[in-house]
Protein backbone atom coordinates (compact mmCIF):
# COMPACT_ATOMS: atom_id res chain seq x y z
CA UNK A 1 0.00 0.00 0.00
CA UNK A 2 0.96 3.36 -0.84
CA UNK A 3 2.15 5.99 1.34
CA UNK A 4 1.24 9.07 1.57
CA UNK A 5 1.33 11.99 3.98
CA UNK A 6 -1.82 12.65 6.63
CA UNK A 7 -3.61 15.33 5.06
CA UNK A 8 -3.77 13.57 1.36
CA UNK A 9 -4.89 10.40 3.54
CA UNK A 10 -7.50 12.40 5.27
CA UNK A 11 -9.04 13.58 2.02
CA UNK A 12 -8.79 10.34 -0.08
CA UNK A 13 -11.08 8.88 2.99
CA UNK A 14 -13.69 11.85 3.11
CA UNK A 15 -16.64 12.05 0.96
CA UNK A 16 -15.61 15.53 -0.50
CA UNK A 17 -12.65 14.74 -3.18
CA UNK A 18 -12.06 15.65 -6.63
CA UNK A 19 -8.95 14.06 -8.71
CA UNK A 20 -7.11 14.84 -11.75
CA UNK A 21 -4.22 13.04 -13.54
CA UNK A 22 -1.18 13.69 -14.37
CA UNK A 23 0.79 12.60 -17.46
CA UNK A 24 4.53 13.22 -18.42
CA UNK A 25 7.44 12.34 -19.49
CA UNK A 26 10.93 14.23 -20.49
CA UNK A 27 8.90 16.64 -23.12
CA UNK A 28 5.43 17.58 -22.44
CA UNK A 29 3.21 17.47 -19.23
CA UNK A 30 -0.33 16.87 -19.79
CA UNK A 31 -2.97 17.25 -16.42
CA UNK A 32 -6.44 18.95 -15.25
CA UNK A 33 -8.79 18.80 -17.24
CA UNK A 34 -6.55 17.79 -20.38
CA UNK A 35 -7.36 14.06 -19.21
CA UNK A 36 -11.27 13.73 -19.11
CA UNK A 37 -11.40 10.54 -18.35
CA UNK A 38 -9.20 6.72 -17.98
CA UNK A 39 -10.22 3.24 -16.87
CA UNK A 40 -7.46 0.41 -16.27
CA UNK A 41 -7.33 -2.93 -16.98
CA UNK A 42 -7.67 -5.32 -13.92
CA UNK A 43 -4.10 -5.64 -12.50
CA UNK A 44 -3.67 -8.94 -11.40
CA UNK A 45 -1.62 -11.58 -8.98
CA UNK A 46 -3.16 -14.62 -11.35
CA UNK A 47 -3.83 -15.56 -15.34
CA UNK A 48 -7.01 -17.55 -13.55
CA UNK A 49 -9.84 -17.76 -11.59
CA UNK A 50 -7.69 -19.24 -9.14
CA UNK A 51 -4.91 -18.06 -6.53
CA UNK A 52 -1.32 -19.00 -8.35
CA UNK A 53 1.88 -18.85 -7.87
CA UNK A 54 4.68 -17.51 -10.60
CA UNK A 55 1.68 -15.23 -12.67
CA UNK A 56 3.44 -12.28 -14.27
CA UNK A 57 0.93 -10.21 -15.26
CA UNK A 58 0.71 -7.04 -17.28
CA UNK A 59 -1.40 -3.82 -16.77
CA UNK A 60 -2.45 -0.98 -18.78
CA UNK A 61 -4.84 2.49 -18.85
CA UNK A 62 -7.24 3.88 -21.50
CA UNK A 63 -7.43 7.70 -21.09
CA UNK A 64 -9.63 9.81 -23.08
CA UNK A 65 -7.35 13.20 -23.39
CA UNK A 66 -8.65 16.57 -24.97
CA UNK A 67 -5.68 17.23 -27.04
CA UNK A 68 -5.07 17.12 -31.00
CA UNK A 69 -1.17 18.15 -31.39
CA UNK A 70 0.75 15.11 -28.38
CA UNK A 71 2.29 12.42 -30.41
CA UNK A 72 2.17 9.40 -27.94
CA UNK A 73 2.29 6.84 -30.21
CA UNK A 74 5.69 4.20 -28.25
CA UNK A 75 6.37 7.43 -26.18
CA UNK A 76 6.99 6.29 -22.40
CA UNK A 77 5.07 8.46 -19.73
CA UNK A 78 4.65 8.70 -16.03
CA UNK A 79 1.13 8.37 -15.32
CA UNK A 80 0.02 9.73 -11.42
CA UNK A 81 -3.26 11.42 -9.43
CA UNK A 82 -3.82 14.07 -7.19
CA UNK A 83 -6.37 15.83 -5.18
CA UNK A 84 -7.01 19.29 -6.51
CA UNK A 85 -8.01 22.27 -4.62
CA UNK A 86 -10.71 23.87 -6.58
CA UNK A 87 -12.34 26.35 -4.26
CA UNK A 88 -10.25 29.34 -5.18
CA UNK A 89 -8.25 30.47 -8.05
CA UNK A 90 -4.57 29.65 -9.15
CA UNK A 91 -2.20 31.47 -6.96
CA UNK A 92 1.67 31.82 -6.53
CA UNK A 93 1.34 29.78 -3.40
CA UNK A 94 -0.64 27.24 -5.90
CA UNK A 95 2.55 27.24 -7.98
CA UNK A 96 4.99 26.96 -5.15
CA UNK A 97 4.30 22.95 -5.36
CA UNK A 98 6.04 22.47 -9.16
CA UNK A 99 9.68 22.81 -9.95
CA UNK A 100 10.66 25.22 -12.79
CA UNK A 101 11.45 22.61 -14.80
CA UNK A 102 7.53 21.36 -14.51
CA UNK A 103 5.71 24.67 -14.92
CA UNK A 104 7.69 25.54 -17.99
CA UNK A 105 5.91 22.82 -20.18
CA UNK A 106 2.18 23.98 -18.58
CA UNK A 107 0.37 26.52 -21.14
CA UNK A 108 -1.44 29.38 -19.87
CA UNK A 109 -4.43 27.42 -20.03
CA UNK A 110 -3.37 24.34 -18.08
CA UNK A 111 -2.48 26.66 -14.79
CA UNK A 112 -5.09 28.21 -14.52
CA UNK A 113 -7.22 24.60 -14.33
CA UNK A 114 -4.65 23.64 -12.11
CA UNK A 115 -6.39 24.02 -8.79
CA UNK A 116 -4.39 23.66 -6.00
CA UNK A 117 -2.62 20.38 -5.29
CA UNK A 118 -3.35 18.37 -2.32
CA UNK A 119 0.05 18.69 0.07
CA UNK A 120 2.11 19.00 -3.17
CA UNK A 121 1.40 15.28 -3.64
CA UNK A 122 1.05 13.36 -6.77
CA UNK A 123 0.73 9.55 -6.23
CA UNK A 124 2.03 7.70 -8.56
CA UNK A 125 0.01 4.98 -10.91
CA UNK A 126 3.05 3.42 -12.79
CA UNK A 127 5.08 4.17 -15.59
CA UNK A 128 3.72 2.89 -19.10
CA UNK A 129 4.43 3.03 -23.09
CA UNK A 130 2.17 4.51 -25.33
CA UNK A 131 0.56 1.40 -27.39
CA UNK A 132 -2.51 2.64 -29.29
CA UNK A 133 -3.37 5.96 -30.44
CA UNK A 134 -6.73 7.24 -32.08
CA UNK A 135 -7.84 10.65 -32.47
CA UNK A 136 -11.15 12.40 -33.34
CA UNK A 137 -11.38 15.94 -33.53
CA UNK A 138 -9.70 17.35 -30.65
CA UNK A 139 -9.77 14.40 -28.63
CA UNK A 140 -7.45 11.37 -28.22
CA UNK A 141 -8.29 7.65 -27.19
CA UNK A 142 -4.53 6.23 -26.11
CA UNK A 143 -3.75 3.02 -24.49
CA UNK A 144 -0.95 3.01 -22.20
CA UNK A 145 0.90 -0.65 -20.93
CA UNK A 146 3.93 -1.59 -18.59
CA UNK A 147 7.08 -3.22 -20.56
CA UNK A 148 5.76 -6.70 -19.49
CA UNK A 149 3.39 -6.22 -22.30
CA UNK A 150 6.71 -7.51 -24.53
CA UNK A 151 7.28 -10.13 -22.53
CA UNK A 152 5.30 -13.16 -24.68
CA UNK A 153 8.00 -13.20 -27.08
CA UNK A 154 10.50 -15.66 -26.85
CA UNK A 155 13.30 -15.46 -24.57
CA UNK A 156 16.96 -15.59 -25.84
CA UNK A 157 19.56 -15.19 -23.35
CA UNK A 158 21.90 -12.55 -23.32
CA UNK A 159 24.13 -13.93 -20.57
CA UNK A 160 26.07 -17.40 -20.59
CA UNK A 161 24.38 -20.15 -18.93
CA UNK A 162 24.87 -21.95 -17.03
CA UNK A 163 23.75 -18.21 -14.87
CA UNK A 164 22.06 -17.31 -11.55
CA UNK A 165 18.51 -16.71 -11.58
CA UNK A 166 19.10 -13.21 -10.58
CA UNK A 167 21.23 -12.70 -13.78
CA UNK A 168 18.61 -14.01 -15.77
CA UNK A 169 15.78 -11.93 -14.16
CA UNK A 170 18.35 -9.03 -15.16
CA UNK A 171 18.75 -10.41 -18.47
CA UNK A 172 15.18 -10.18 -19.30
CA UNK A 173 14.53 -6.70 -17.70
CA UNK A 174 16.80 -5.18 -19.28
CA UNK A 175 15.63 -6.62 -22.69
CA UNK A 176 12.18 -5.51 -21.81
CA UNK A 177 13.73 -2.15 -20.66
CA UNK A 178 12.96 -2.59 -16.68
CA UNK A 179 14.57 -2.22 -13.91
CA UNK A 180 14.98 -5.22 -12.03
CA UNK A 181 13.58 -4.05 -8.12
CA UNK A 182 14.21 -6.86 -6.25
CA UNK A 183 16.80 -7.54 -3.78
CA UNK A 184 18.48 -10.85 -3.49
CA UNK A 185 20.55 -9.91 -0.11
CA UNK A 186 18.26 -9.48 2.45
CA UNK A 187 16.54 -13.03 3.42
CA UNK A 188 13.25 -12.87 4.38
CA UNK A 189 12.32 -13.45 8.39
CA UNK A 190 9.75 -16.19 8.57
CA UNK A 191 6.37 -16.37 10.29
CA UNK A 192 3.39 -17.93 10.73
CA UNK A 193 -0.10 -16.99 9.94
CA UNK A 194 -1.47 -13.95 12.42
CA UNK A 195 2.39 -12.82 12.40
CA UNK A 196 4.44 -15.04 14.75
CA UNK A 197 7.80 -15.52 14.39
CA UNK A 198 9.06 -19.11 13.50
CA UNK A 199 12.29 -20.73 15.25
CA UNK A 200 14.20 -23.75 14.65
CA UNK A 201 16.14 -26.07 16.56
CA UNK A 202 18.10 -24.30 19.21
CA UNK A 203 15.80 -21.49 19.31
CA UNK A 204 17.18 -20.19 15.82
CA UNK A 205 15.29 -18.00 13.57
CA UNK A 206 14.35 -19.14 10.42
CA UNK A 207 14.77 -17.23 7.59
CA UNK A 208 13.99 -18.16 3.57
CA UNK A 209 17.16 -19.92 2.18
CA UNK A 210 19.11 -18.41 -0.84
CA UNK A 211 16.77 -18.42 -3.29
CA UNK A 212 19.59 -17.59 -6.06
CA UNK A 213 19.43 -20.99 -7.81
CA UNK A 214 21.52 -22.17 -10.91
CA UNK A 215 20.01 -22.07 -13.73
CA UNK A 216 21.78 -24.47 -16.81
CA UNK A 217 19.35 -24.22 -19.85
CA UNK A 218 16.54 -22.24 -21.27
CA UNK A 219 12.97 -25.18 -22.29
CA UNK A 220 12.57 -24.72 -26.13
CA UNK A 221 9.99 -21.88 -26.78
CA UNK A 222 9.87 -20.19 -23.51
CA UNK A 223 9.11 -16.88 -23.44
CA UNK A 224 10.19 -13.76 -21.16
CA UNK A 225 7.27 -13.97 -19.55
CA UNK A 226 7.09 -17.50 -18.88
CA UNK A 227 10.99 -17.55 -17.41
CA UNK A 228 10.41 -14.76 -15.46
CA UNK A 229 7.09 -16.59 -13.73
CA UNK A 230 9.16 -19.68 -13.08
CA UNK A 231 11.96 -17.35 -11.13
CA UNK A 232 8.73 -16.12 -9.08
CA UNK A 233 7.77 -19.42 -8.17
CA UNK A 234 10.85 -20.80 -6.69
CA UNK A 235 10.56 -17.60 -4.71
CA UNK A 236 6.91 -18.53 -3.53
CA UNK A 237 5.89 -15.14 -5.15
CA UNK A 238 3.89 -13.50 -8.36
CA UNK A 239 5.59 -10.71 -10.23
CA UNK A 240 4.49 -7.65 -11.37
CA UNK A 241 5.55 -3.93 -12.77
CA UNK A 242 5.41 -1.28 -9.56
CA UNK A 243 4.28 2.24 -9.50
CA UNK A 244 8.38 3.45 -10.36
CA UNK A 245 8.07 1.00 -13.26
CA UNK A 246 10.37 -1.64 -11.75
CA UNK A 247 9.71 -5.71 -12.00
CA UNK A 248 8.98 -6.45 -8.66
CA UNK A 249 7.99 -9.98 -7.22
CA UNK A 250 5.33 -10.37 -3.75
CA UNK A 251 3.46 -12.67 -1.69
CA UNK A 252 0.31 -11.24 0.37
CA UNK A 253 1.36 -10.35 3.75
CA UNK A 254 -0.49 -8.78 6.48
CA UNK A 255 -3.73 -6.65 6.33
CA UNK A 256 -2.85 -2.99 5.77
CA UNK A 257 -6.39 -1.56 5.56
CA UNK A 258 -10.03 -2.17 7.30
CA UNK A 259 -13.04 -1.31 4.86
CA UNK A 260 -16.81 -1.22 6.10
CA UNK A 261 -19.93 -1.09 4.18
CA UNK A 262 -19.32 3.17 4.01
CA UNK A 263 -17.61 3.20 1.20
CA UNK A 264 -17.86 -0.02 -0.34
CA UNK A 265 -20.76 -1.88 -1.98
CA UNK A 266 -21.98 -5.06 0.07
CA UNK A 267 -19.13 -7.72 -1.18
CA UNK A 268 -20.29 -11.04 -2.44
CA UNK A 269 -17.72 -13.61 -0.42
CA UNK A 270 -17.04 -16.93 -0.26
CA UNK A 271 -19.19 -19.20 1.94
CA UNK A 272 -16.44 -20.35 4.18
CA UNK A 273 -12.23 -19.30 4.17
CA UNK A 274 -9.97 -21.62 1.49
CA UNK A 275 -6.99 -22.46 3.75
CA UNK A 276 -3.61 -23.45 2.40
CA UNK A 277 -2.68 -26.80 3.15
CA UNK A 278 -0.89 -28.76 0.82
CA UNK A 279 1.76 -27.85 -2.27
CA UNK A 280 2.60 -29.80 -5.89
CA UNK A 281 4.85 -28.80 -7.72
CA UNK A 282 5.29 -30.92 -11.27
CA UNK A 283 9.06 -30.56 -12.19
CA UNK A 284 9.40 -32.80 -15.31
CA UNK A 285 6.90 -36.06 -16.62
CA UNK A 286 8.52 -38.40 -14.98
CA UNK A 287 8.92 -35.61 -11.40
CA UNK A 288 6.44 -34.30 -8.78
CA UNK A 289 7.50 -33.08 -5.41
CA UNK A 290 4.96 -32.41 -2.87
CA UNK A 291 4.36 -30.88 0.35
CA UNK A 292 1.34 -30.59 3.48
CA UNK A 293 -1.78 -32.48 2.54
CA UNK A 294 -1.71 -32.69 -0.88
CA UNK A 295 -4.99 -35.10 -1.22
CA UNK A 296 -7.59 -32.01 -1.03
CA UNK A 297 -9.22 -33.30 2.49
CA UNK A 298 -7.97 -30.56 4.61
CA UNK A 299 -7.98 -27.87 2.54
CA UNK A 300 -6.61 -26.36 -0.92
CA UNK A 301 -3.88 -27.80 -3.28
CA UNK A 302 -1.79 -25.45 -4.81
CA UNK A 303 -0.61 -26.58 -8.31
CA UNK A 304 1.95 -25.31 -10.48
CA UNK A 305 4.76 -26.01 -12.55
CA UNK A 306 8.38 -25.27 -12.47
CA UNK A 307 11.59 -27.23 -13.88
CA UNK A 308 13.76 -25.86 -11.78
CA UNK A 309 12.55 -26.66 -8.80
CA UNK A 310 14.68 -28.85 -5.78
CA UNK A 311 12.73 -29.98 -2.36
CA UNK A 312 14.76 -27.41 -0.24
CA UNK A 313 13.16 -24.45 -2.57
CA UNK A 314 9.53 -26.38 -2.35
CA UNK A 315 10.26 -26.36 1.64
CA UNK A 316 11.39 -22.76 2.07
CA UNK A 317 8.55 -21.44 0.11
CA UNK A 318 6.24 -23.50 1.57
CA UNK A 319 7.14 -22.26 4.74
CA UNK A 320 6.38 -18.61 3.56
CA UNK A 321 2.65 -19.54 2.08
CA UNK A 322 1.59 -22.89 4.51
CA UNK A 323 -1.72 -22.21 5.87
CA UNK A 324 -2.50 -18.81 3.89
CA UNK A 325 -6.22 -18.04 3.70
CA UNK A 326 -8.40 -16.18 2.47
CA UNK A 327 -12.25 -15.21 1.12
CA UNK A 328 -12.99 -15.33 -2.45
CA UNK A 329 -14.60 -11.85 -2.74
CA UNK A 330 -15.63 -9.54 -5.32
CA UNK A 331 -16.31 -5.93 -4.09
CA UNK A 332 -17.21 -2.26 -5.69
CA UNK A 333 -14.80 0.56 -4.03
CA UNK A 334 -17.48 3.45 -4.11
CA UNK A 335 -14.58 5.61 -2.56
CA UNK A 336 -11.77 4.13 -4.83
CA UNK A 337 -8.52 4.30 -3.05
CA UNK A 338 -5.49 4.67 -5.35
CA UNK A 339 -3.13 3.78 -2.35
CA UNK A 340 -4.00 -0.01 -2.82
CA UNK A 341 -1.49 -2.30 -4.29
CA UNK A 342 -2.66 -5.62 -6.02
CA UNK A 343 -1.15 -8.55 -3.64
CA UNK A 344 -2.33 -5.76 -0.79
CA UNK A 345 -4.33 -7.61 1.64
CA UNK A 346 -7.19 -5.86 3.04
CA UNK A 347 -10.09 -6.93 5.89
CA UNK A 348 -13.93 -6.27 5.24
CA UNK A 349 -15.52 -5.85 8.39
CA UNK A 350 -19.32 -6.63 8.33
CA UNK A 351 -22.29 -4.95 10.04
CA UNK A 352 -21.98 -7.87 12.41
CA UNK A 353 -18.88 -7.57 12.98
CA UNK A 354 -17.21 -10.43 10.88
CA UNK A 355 -14.03 -9.68 9.54
CA UNK A 356 -12.52 -11.30 6.43
CA UNK A 357 -9.66 -11.25 4.75
CA UNK A 358 -9.25 -10.49 1.45
CA UNK A 359 -6.53 -10.38 -0.59
CA UNK A 360 -6.43 -8.00 -3.91
CA UNK A 361 -5.75 -10.44 -6.64
CA UNK A 362 -7.49 -8.18 -9.06
CA UNK A 363 -7.29 -4.54 -8.91
CA UNK A 364 -9.06 -2.36 -12.22
CA UNK A 365 -9.93 1.16 -11.38
CA UNK A 366 -12.19 4.12 -13.48
CA UNK A 367 -11.30 7.88 -12.94
CA UNK A 368 -13.64 10.62 -14.32
CA UNK A 369 -13.21 12.83 -12.06
CA UNK A 370 -14.18 10.90 -8.93
CA UNK A 371 -12.14 7.45 -8.56
CA UNK A 372 -13.57 4.02 -7.94
CA UNK A 373 -12.68 0.73 -7.82
CA UNK A 374 -13.22 -3.15 -8.69
CA UNK A 375 -11.40 -5.59 -6.49
CA UNK A 376 -11.83 -9.42 -5.61
CA UNK A 377 -10.01 -12.09 -4.50
CA UNK A 378 -9.93 -15.43 -6.68
CA UNK A 379 -9.93 -18.43 -5.19
CA UNK A 380 -12.04 -22.47 -5.83
CA UNK A 381 -13.48 -23.75 -3.03
CA UNK A 382 -11.85 -27.41 -2.14
CA UNK A 383 -15.29 -28.89 -4.14
CA UNK A 384 -14.19 -26.69 -6.98
CA UNK A 385 -10.90 -27.58 -7.29
CA UNK A 386 -11.27 -31.26 -6.99
Not at 60 to 66: C, D, F, G, P
Not at 76 to 102: H, I, K, M, P, R
Not at 264 to 276: A, H, K, Q, S, W
Not at 278 to 299: M, P, Y
Request: proline content about 3%.
Amino acid sequence: MYTTSTTVSSRIESYCRTWRMWLENDESVIMGDNIMSATSDVQSTSLSDDIELGAVCSQSWALQINDAETRFLGSEYDLSLYLADLTGVTTYSTLESYTYAELSKLTVEQISKLGEVLGGERIPLGRFTCVKSKKSGGNTEVTFADRLYFSDKTYVPKVKLPAWSKAVEDDICKQLGLQNGNDYTIPAKLRVKGGARLYGKGHIRLKTANFDFKISSIPKDTTMRQMLSYIASAQGEFGFVDRYGRYVRKWYGSSVKILDNNTIDLPTLGERPNVLAGIVCKVSDSETLRLGNTTGSAGRVLEFENPYMTMSLLRSLWHRIGGFSWYTTELFHRLGDPRFDVGDVITYVSESGESYDIPITNIGFNFDGGLSADISAVGLSVEEQL
